[in-house]
């Protein structure tokens, strides 16, 4: 998968799937965990499927906090635009 | 004295006569057999599915091998939240009485996890990445050390009929069977006094039916995070089985697997419900 719109979409789809909520109800910058939406039981699956869109491993041990606070700091944090030449 | 008492005096007196070293138990071959099973083949993930049945038997023996180290990361894994869990609680005034026990748990989760990582290390060059991530949540008084227990015991129920299974299973190769007959043995001690303990720990509690339906709850969703470990993406690259993600999916969901994970757990659901804390079979779609 390419491009931040369809990242971006794809995580919005699954955080409403496993919170099972409406997607219209869940934005870029919709808290996940400090809300209650997620739990940090999800996390497992949601590093699952970062690591399945972008193709390469995430080593837990080096995660700042507040990575996963919502779509917007994922896709930021996960998958950086590249840099322009 | 109490049930929980003579049973951490029994089980002491136990490890001190069964005590192993593994080091010595266990012969480890320079390489692995590639024609051999290192899971039974009715509990790999994938058994049952589309994805199974589309494998010859030479890659099926393959994604045995892959199944048996992600079956030990997941080992190494827990044990190593346990042993954190346990060393915190050593000598704390409200665990005074089953600390003596406390040192053997640690002792012997301290040997499986020789045995497991050796294995992982030394014929797949890896241990399966952990995933999970612990956020700091409140607690009702007494509810930390209770979910604790109960996690253990949820984790340790479920392996220990892999390992039981896995023991008799003369298909497999001779140190897979023997890596889960040593395990079992020891788990089965685990297990007794996890039993006991939480019983302990729910009788003392005062929670209210409010509190104690938010527990279960917690518990019926650590049970679901667990199954969703058996189902690992990294194992099925690296069997070379081609969308690893994908196929982790529709594996979770098949009704195969569904079953599996309702018979496995029916022992632990019915400790559970004996306890007091119903918890749904886990759905993991």
Known sequence: ?85 | MTKLAKTVERLCRVSREQALDPRSVLEWPEAVDPDAWYTSPELISLHGTEAYDALDEPARKRLSFFEAVAFYSINIHGERFLMEGLAKRLYRKEHEAISPYLHHFLEEENKHMTYFGTFCLRYAGRIYPERKVAFPSEHAPGEEDFLFFAQVLVFEEIVDVYNRRMARDERLHPLAREINRLHHFEETRHLSFGRDLVQSLLDDASWDDAARARIAGRIGAFLAATWREYYSADAYRDAGIPEPFEVRRRAMAHPAARERRREVSEGLVKVLLDLGLPVAEPELS
């Open chain 1, 1 to 85: 998968m390419t491009g931040d719109a369809a990242i971006r979409r794809r995580l919005r789809a699954w955080v409403a799937a496993t919170a099972r909520v409406d997607p219209a109800s869940v934005a870029d910058d919709t808290s996940l965990f400090s809300s209650g939406l997620l739990k940090s039981l999800d996390v497992p699956e949601l590093i699952l499927l970062i690591e399945e869109i972008s193709g390469s491993s995430i080593d837990v041990e080096k995660l700042r906090k507040g990575v996963f606070a919502d779509v917007d700091t994922i896709a930021r944090t996960f998958f950086p635009a590249p840099e322009a030449s």
